[in-house]
């Protein structure tokens, strides 16, 4: 399919072919009819895009801390990666868009219907795209009397709807709007039919006279003599009830001015982005209250409701998003006595395929313009995608890769293609723009959508599986099941269950599977390891990681697809302690301390190994993540070893320290890619054994099950 994507580094826009997206449970696949070009929002983002480094560093002073951060912890050459491979990512533009659904997702059976046509929203989601998935929450049905560009309003319509509902106007209200662009003229129709007086104010002639013919009862040229002396004569005095602030600009005069207009204890709402100083005491003498819209209402950038489907009580969040999408594209509806008329708001039209032409008129600066819609014609039924059979070379590693989120791009792959026996085969991706993207990156010969053009490659004879945990157990038991060998990054699995489901894969399949427990690879858990084997008895380790705070809405403390940071990233820790320790793990209790954010992020683990080895693991969100993040130290035997955040390397023994430096941080991937792949090429065994990584995925598990039934849990029950 066709989509218009934007470079993050460059900021060059342009219209790309890239992999048919796929439908998924809770979504629906819609195809495009039309999109609206948001000249507002979409020309920020694009501006952004287009800043230099210093410049996009400039405007974001608090992601610069964060790298700077980054650079202290864990070095220059790492955080350099990890900067340069996200500003590599694609950006898809586009959030407001209407189209016919293609295909349902499991669980929307009856809810959704193929051939239905709905209005779709979301950054990321509702894109400039011929095929969108979008989850339930952001779709919703059009009336047969409504076309297919009108309702490509309904998410701009949602965040003038959101912002109007913010303000509590009533009938007979005096509401102002200050600022009729594309979100000011909607919100000035929204309050006009719901018995608002408006007043709209701006600089341009034309969109006053639209926003008249709309429904404003009062227009006024910004800059002009007079205003205050009008709103009171409108007013009897008194002054509007409330404003929204729909501009965009980087000054404060908005704030100012409607601080000058409001009546006492008025509410002033900022829809737009503008400056933010205000006279506090122009605020405080007449007691305003002063708001912010949250987009396009409750449930805005909730991955719950938006992307999980969850529902808010009806009885306490009766206008979510969702509603007001619904509600926008009904009152677009010509069966009204009055309605939305959004057809007045279209300055231009084009077609898809010259996407780029619209793109330079809304960022040209030059011709006026206003809504800006792009029409898709009939596309022609999608041809299955078929990849030549053949046969992976002998000495070969023939890699299939399922995923490509932030860490595949900046660590896995950057690595893997350094790799002189890999042959980049096919990557898989959810979405089509980044596997278009990752392809042209690294080199994949294919890029796809479908798993399936994976696992049923017989070119293919090793896949890494780089996708959210949740489907790591199930992705890596199909991989085995095909007979191929598998590199699944942490965690192998969430619950016993899926481990059980990896075990019964390998048991009937010729390929091995190797977990991303990278630190066991490192140059310096391997000299660590070796010192620590020459000295015969138990071992006490202690292994502190100063994890950093996680945002409680990430995907990762969601049950289903992350599992949690225990799950997610301890594992890491609990394969290291087995391998420093040399011997399997007999019992496994764990303590925490109480929930402050998000999931269960703050706890001390405690191991006994069967030779009578002790490790503690003591893992926490709660401190500077300017701090060193792990350090490991291990006593046996009169020595003892310290790992400092896999920087350097000391060494007591006999009364005197020796120090090792690296280069540069070192965690191990590269050697963990280049054993994998070599094993694979020259026909196994594992590079790492695979009871020992069901072992500490099992323990991993454990940990969990201590938090809950308080208690010592022995592997061996």
Request: charged letters at 20%; hydrophobic letters at 45%.
């Amino acid at each position: 399919m066709k989509q218009v994507i934007q470079s993050t580094r460059s900021g060059k826009l342009s219209l790309k072919q890239v992999p048919d997206p796929r439908v998924r449970a809770g979504h629906v696949l819609v195809a495009t009819r039309a999109s609206l070009i948001s000249a507002g929002t979409e020309r920020m983002v694009i501006d952004f895009a287009r800043k230099s480094l210093a410049a996009k560093a400039s405007a974001r002073p608090d992601l610069v801390r964060k790298v700077l951060d980054k650079a202290r912890r864990d070095g220059l050459i790492s955080t350099f990666k990890a900067v340069m491979a996200r500003l590599d990512e694609p950006l898809p533009l586009g959030y407001s868009a209407a189209g016919t659904i293609s295909a349902v997702g499991a669980g929307l059976e009856g809810a959704f219907a193929t051939g239905q046509r709905v209005a779709m929203a979301g950054a990321g989601l509702a894109n400039h795209a011929e095929l969108n998935v979008v989850p339930r929450n952001l779709v919703a049905a059009i009336p047969d009397d409504v076309t297919d560009e009108e309702a490509a309003f309904g998410t701009v319509g949602s965040i003038a709807m959101a912002g109007m509902r913010s303000l509590g106007a009533q009938l007979g209200d005096v509401v102002a709007v200050l600022g009729v662009g594309l979100v000011g003229q909607l919100a000035v129709q929204l309050l006009a039919l719901q018995g608002a007086r408006v007043i709209a104010l701006d600089v341009n002639p034309q969109r006053l006279a639209l926003a008249k013919a709309m429904g404003a009862e009062l227009t006024w040229m910004l800059g002009e003599h007079g205003l205050t002396e009008a709103v009171a004569a409108l007013t009897g005095g008194i002054g509007c009830d409330s404003v929204l602030i729909a501009a965009a600009t980087d000054s404060s005069e908005p704030l100012a001015l409607a601080a000058e207009l409001a009546r006492d204890r008025a509410h002033v709402v900022l829809v737009g982005k503008t400056g933010t100083e205000f006279d506090y005491a122009a605020y405080m003498k007449k007691e305003l209250t002063l708001g912010v819209s949250r987009s396009y209402g409750p449930g805005r950038y909730d991955e719950d409701f938006e992307s999980r489907g969850v529902k808010y009580p009806v009885g306490w969040v009766r206008w979510t998003e969702a509603e007001n999408l619904r509600e926008c594209v009904r009152l677009m509806s010509r069966s009204l006595f009055r309605r939305l008329d959004v057809g007045a708001l279209i300055t231009h039209r084009f077609a898809f395929d010259d996407a780029e032409s619209a793109y330079r008129l809304v960022t040209g600066g030059g011709e006026p313009h206003l809504g800006v819609v792009l029409g898709y014609g009939d596309r022609p039924p999608a041809e299955a995608k078929i990849f030549p059979a053949t046969k992976a070379p002998a000495g070969r590693c023939v890699m299939g890769v399922i995923g490509a989120g932030n860490f595949a791009r900046t660590v896995l792959l950057p690595e893997l293609v350094r790799l002189p026996n890999v042959e980049f085969r096919t990557l898989c991706t959810q979405r089509g723009q980044t596997a278009e993207h990752g392809q042209q990156t690294f080199g994949f010969a294919n890029a796809t959508t479908d798993v399936d053009l994976v696992l049923n490659d017989p070119a293919i004879n090793a896949v890494l599986v780089a996708t959210r945990h949740g489907n790591h157990a199930e992705m890596t038991a199909r991989v085995l099941e095909a007979g191929k060998s598998v590199l699944v990054e942490k965690p192998l699995a969430l619950d016993r269950e899926q481990l059980n489901r990896v075990i019964t894969a390998r048991q009937g399949s010729p390929g091995f599977f190797t977990v991303g427990f990278n630190r066991r690879f490192a140059p310096l858990t391997l000299k660590a390891r070796a010192h620590l084997a020459r000295h015969p008895g138990p071992k006490v380790l202690m292994l502190r990681v100063n994890a950093g705070a996680l945002p409680a809405e990430s995907w990762v403390n969601a049950a289903e697809e992350g599992g949690g940071r225990i799950l997610g990233e301890l594992c890491h820790f609990m394969d290291l302690a087995r391998t420093l320790a040399g011997s399997p793990i007999a019992t496994v209790q764990a303590e925490s301390a109480a929930v402050t954010h998000g999931g269960c992020d703050d706890l001390s683990v405690t191991l006994t190994f069967k030779d009578g080895s002790l490790a503690t693991i003591v893992y926490t969100a709660q401190g500077d993540t300017a701090h060193s993040k792990e350090r490991f130290e291990c006593f046996a035997g009169g020595t003892v070893v310290v790992i400092d955040n896999f920087l350097t390397l000391s060494i007591t023994q006999g009364g005197r320290t020796r120090t090792e430096k690296s280069m540069g941080q070192d965690k191990g991937h590269r050697a963990e890619l280049d054993t994998f792949t070599h094993a694979v090429a020259t026909g196994g065994p594992a590079p790492a054994d695979e009871a020992e990584l069901i072992e500490t995925s099992l323990a991993t598990i454990a940990v969990l099950e201590s938090l809950r039934d308080g208690r010592r849990i022995s592997l061996e029950d």
